[in-house]
């Protein structure tokens, strides 16, 4: 791994750990099972997927890669995690999904090979596990087709995340595995929006995601102080 590379070995290492219990709805990973029809119907909302061209950027172990191409559309996910990669590659296989492929590839490398490739761009739960966010955000940018969506979903940094999403959610509830997330590296909905201004992306819409512990129940609203989603456009008269 070279140094310039935007990613942080420790990270990776975390989440190939964990790459048999990708699909383990009961696991470490049944909070994502449970907010991704949210998610997927949401994107679909703004930016039909059927017939698209798609890319996931850090893709992990493919659940909102494969749910989209099960939507219709022609899925290219990609991410930095080796063992999570080959994880996402089988579960395609014994699924039998159609039209989606992985790669590990950097967002930056293949915004230099790919640039304005695809029609919707997904990158979720992933800015705050890299040392660099907007380099990410400015690889999305490239990547996007003119007139395409770009959409990013990551945690806010403030005193009630921290609360909610590490002590909550990693140490009360064990929802999550301990040192899932930094609070370092939380990215208030400003920054991430500087970010996007920076790349050149509109932002059109934004959403949140609560949760019920007791009856263990996501739904999406206008609260964006833990968890929250952009959904950002790039020009239709942007310049490749």
Known sequence: MTSTLNADPAELAKFSEL??????????????????????????????????????????????????????????????????????????????????????????????????????????EMLEHVPDPASVVRACAALVKPGGWVFFSTLNRNPKSFLLAIVGAEYVLNMLPRGTHEYAKMIRPSELASYCRGAELNLRHTRGMAYNPLTRRYWMNADTSVNYLFATQKPADAAL
């Not at 699909?23 to 949401?42: C, K, M, S, T, V």
């Not at 290219?76 to 579960?91: E, F, N, S, W």
């Open 19 to 124: 790459a048999h219990r990708w699909w383990d709805l009961d696991g470490e990973f049944r909070p994502l099972h449970q907010i991704n029809p949210l998610r997927l119907d949401w994107i679909n909302s703004l930016s039909p997927l059927k017939g698209q061209r798609v890319l996931d950027v850090g893709c992990g172990g493919g659940i909102l890669a494969d749910a989209m191409a099960r939507s219709g559309a022609q899925v290219m996910g990609i991410d930095l995690a080796a063992k999570p990669l080959r994880v996402a590659q089988l579960h395609a296989l014994e699924a039998q999904t159609p039209n989606v492929e992985y790669r590990d590839v950097s967002a930056e490398a293949l915004a230099l090979q790919q640039p304005g490739s695809f029609g919707v761009v997904t990158c979720m």
